[in-house]
């Protein structure tokens, strides 16, 4: 047999000897999948693991409504959210398309879902007029793993005619993953 990459024992990457699809995808001694390159044999690995831990570990406790997305942030989601005793709480399930090469979380992922949430809970507060990202400061305090529950909660902390102004903080559990703040630009509807 070749050889295999580091992902979940589930899913395994093997190469083979020369041919048009040298690499398989191998889950339970069986292929399930040939690809020519091995970044699509491991696109493959990541979706199929995420897509098994996705459903085997939903959000935790009961509410949780997903948040409907297109294009980038629905590649980037599942977002749920959910009202609680504390107000509106936002989260998702850290899958293995989420991390980086030191096995944590990709802070661009942590950004998307700040930059998600922020939008919407601005949504929530301004009538729903479009707005964009204007300025997003984001600081790293911890890592998140695979597996792990990520839950934020946003602020508005003032708003103008024109600009809003928000803040958030990332968890899991008590441990704080990022914190972050930001102006989004309020325009006028239509």
Do not use: Y
Request: aromatic content about 6%.
């Amino acid at each position: 047999m070749g050889m295999q990459s580091a992902l979940a024992p589930e899913f395994q990457i093997v190469a083979d000897a020369a041919g048009e699809t040298p690499w398989r995808v191998v889950a339970g001694g069986a292929t399930i999948a040939r690809f020519a390159t091995e970044a699509l044999a491991m696109a493959c690995a990541d979706a199929l693991e995420s897509a098994e831990l996705e459903a085997a570990m939903p959000p935790p406790g009961e509410g949780w409504d997903m948040i409907r997305s297109r294009g980038f942030t629905r590649h980037a989601g599942p977002i749920w959210h959910r009202h609680d005793e504390k107000g509106l709480v936002f989260g998702f399930r850290a899958l293995p398309k989420h991390r980086n090469r030191n096995g944590v979380i990709h802070g661009g992922m942590i950004m998307t879902f700040i930059d998600r949430i922020l939008g919407v809970a601005i949504t929530e507060n301004s009538a729903a007029r479009p707005h964009a990202t204007i300025q997003l400061d984001t600081h790293f305090v911890s890592g998140a793993k695979v597996g792990e529950f990520v839950e934020g909660r946003c602020e508005l902390v003032r708003a103008t005619k024109a600009v809003a102004f928000v803040s958030a903080t990332v968890t899991v559990g008590e441990r704080i993953v990022a914190k972050s703040q930001g102006m989004w630009k309020l325009r006028e509807a239509g």
